[in-house]
């Protein structure tokens, strides 16, 4: 990436004011009550909506975008105050092309909304957007972030309070990197007490919890969160588990894909139970009620 100096020279004289904006857009869980209001409001307003098949059918829960039927062939769609956006399908395989895309897009005056599961800046779509951007040379195209609410802060607090202390996520795909570096940052999060939230867990999940089991004991409480946030919609039910480090691998049935996250505890992480149900909860530093 292009060093501060650069960076600084190349956008001296600003985005040209015949231009769009590129929005990557995280949409949390992906329906309503789990999405931000700018959120909605940018999704609702963007002349171009680019989102996978399942994100669209989220996104039409509350009529954030338009219903499957108001779409014609060619992918525009009226929305009921008459404004006209165009609905572009996404797939993981068409995502660089989907990038130039919006590029052009923006250039041609239109606000985009690139849509994201999640939060974009955690193992979603910024990255790429960016990189792109520096293959294509494209200085010339505003991009803005809007942030959405993540698995782990989702699934977090589907089980209580467990990252209430020092936490870290660590990715589970190997798609990119080495199997060596993630058993690295694994084994140092274990080592550093860390509470760690496993994403892509339908990879490798169980060789990661032994990994983190030869750096921290057994009884170490461990909550399974699948589909935190979209309750029926997801691929297969919104759901949580709590169970000990030592038995997390033994409830492969319980982890069900890419929805799928680990939040393991470290030493100070403990249950909570009430009338209704059992929570997971790892106090800030182990302070009492006075030192509130």
Same mark, same amino acid.
């Given at each position: 990436?292009?060093?501060?100096? +650069?960076?600084?020279?190349?956008? !001296?004289?600003?985005?040209?004011?015949?231009? /769009?904006?590129? =929005? &990557?857009? /995280?949409? /949390?869980? /992906?329906?309503?009550?789990?999405?931000?209001?700018? !959120?909605?409001?940018?999704?609702?307003?963007?002349?171009?909506? %680019?989102?996978?098949?399942? =994100?669209? $059918?989220?996104?039409?829960?509350?009529?954030?975008?338009?219903?499957?039927?108001?779409?014609?062939?060619?992918?525009? !769609?009226t929305r009921d105050d008459g404004f006209e956006q165009e609905i572009v399908r996404s797939t993981m395989g068409r995502q660089i092309e989907l990038a130039r895309a919006a590029f052009d897009y923006v250039r041609e005056g239109k606000d985009v909304a690139h849509v994201s599961g999640g939060d974009p800046s955690v193992y979603g779509k910024s990255d790429l957007i960016f990189k792109m951007a520096e293959e294509e040379g494209a200085t010339d195209v505003p991009i803005e972030i809007v942030p959405g609410l993540t698995a782990a802060l989702g699934g977090a607090a589907n089980v209580g309070a467990p990252l209430c202390n020092d936490f870290c996520t660590i990715s589970l795909s190997d798609k990119w990197r080495g199997w060596d570096e993630i058993e690295e940052k694994?084994?140092?999060?274990? %080592?550093?007490?860390?509470? %760690?939230?496993?994403?892509?867990?339908?990879?490798? =999940?169980?060789?990661? &919890? $032994? %990994?983190?089991?030869?750096?921290?004991? +057994?009884?170490? =409480?461990?909550? *399974? &969160?699948?589909? !935190?946030?979209? $309750? +029926?919609?997801?691929?297969?039910?919104?759901?949580?588990? *709590?169970?000990?480090?030592? $038995?997390?691998?033994?409830?492969?049935?319980?982890?069900?894909?890419m929805g799928t996250s680990l939040i393991i505890g470290n030493h100070e992480t403990d249950t909570w139970r009430n009338d209704d149900r059992t929570y997971l909860v790892t106090p800030r530093g182990g302070r009492d009620v006075d030192d509130f």
């Open positions: 990436m292009s060093s501060e100096s +650069d960076t600084s020279d190349s956008v !001296a004289d600003g985005t040209p004011d015949d231009h /769009g904006t590129l =929005y &990557v857009v /995280g949409i /949390g869980p /992906g329906l309503p009550d789990h999405m931000t209001a700018k !959120a909605k409001r940018v999704i609702e307003s963007a002349d171009v909506v %680019i989102a996978s098949s399942l =994100y669209q $059918e989220f996104l039409r829960d509350d009529g954030t975008l338009p219903s499957k039927e108001a779409v014609n062939d060619d992918g525009f !769609a694994l084994r140092a999060a274990a %080592i550093s007490d860390f509470v %760690i939230v496993l994403y892509n867990c339908w990879r490798n =999940y169980e060789k990661a &919890v $032994e %990994i983190v089991r030869e750096e921290r004991t +057994d009884d170490a =409480y461990v909550a *399974i &969160v699948n589909d !935190a946030g979209r $309750e +029926d919609a997801g691929r297969n039910g919104e759901s949580q588990f *709590i169970t000990s480090l030592g $038995e997390a691998a033994d409830h492969d049935d319980k982890v069900s894909g």
